[in-house]
């Protein structure tokens, strides 16, 4: 596959903004009301998770995609450092999922 420096189309039509973003009542309502709290998206590859959480931390996150346990690990020991995290597919490679 030839590297290419333009941007896909997927990514650069991502939204930038709440504003740009379609979403359901309920969706309004929880990114109004859990700012401040942990959440947990779940659902189907390509469902919108990840833009979700995105717009749950005003898109400003830094966004981890775990490849192993270790990526958890310091996470966690690091976490004061960190305002926003959104930590994709973390059920994959860490057993402790159920404890977080």
């Given amino acids: 596959m030839e590297n290419n ?7 650069s039509s991502r ?3 709440l504003d740009e ?8 309502n929880i990114i109004k009301n859990v700012k401040d709290n ?13 833009v979700f959480a995105e717009a749950l931390t ?10 192993s346990s270790n990526d958890v690990e310091f996470l966690l020991k690091n976490a004061n450092e960190i305002n926003s995290v959104i930590i994709k597919n973390i ?6 999922v159920g404890d977080i």
Avoid at 58 to 67: D, E, G, L, Y
Avoid at 91 to 96: I, L, N, P, R
């Fill in 21 to 28: 973003m379609l979403l359901t009542d309920e969706m309004d």
């Fill in 38 to 50: 942990h959440t947990l998206v779940h659902g189907p590859i390509g469902s919108g998770k990840t």
């Fill in 91 to 96: 059920d994959h490679f860490y057993d402790g």
């Fill in 58 to 67: 005003n898109f400003n996150a830094r966004i981890v995609s775990c490849k």
């Fill in 15 to 17: 939204p930038k903004s």
């Fill in 5 to 11: 420096s333009e941007e896909l189309w997927i990514i």
